[in-house]
């Protein structure tokens, strides 16, 4: 699975929690390429963007997780954090590195 935005689209991705948090694909601060996906409205550490990989990842499977990640100007450097949450039924499980 992999996104480049370069379809001028979100591409599945969507905004996690909080209802003021946004995604947009803009193009006026690029890595490469044309496209890249914008994050605003976040109120928490856990609001972002997020993608539902259901029927995408196989069970005993090791994946690489990439990513080029700008903070918007002004910001102080800090860490940033990549999750995966599984959801059985109503139970969330969340795992981060």
Known sequence: MRSTFESAATEGWTARGGSAARVAVV???VHSGTY??????????????????????????????????KMAPGEPDTQLRVSIQRTFGASPTTTRS
């Open 27 to 29: 193009s006026d601060d």
């Open 36 to 69: 890249s996906l914008l994050t605003t409205g976040r109120t928490a550490n856990w609001n972002g963007a997020s993608i539902n990989a259901a029927g995408k990842l196989c069970n005993g499977s090791r994946y690489t997780v990439a990513a080029w990640v």
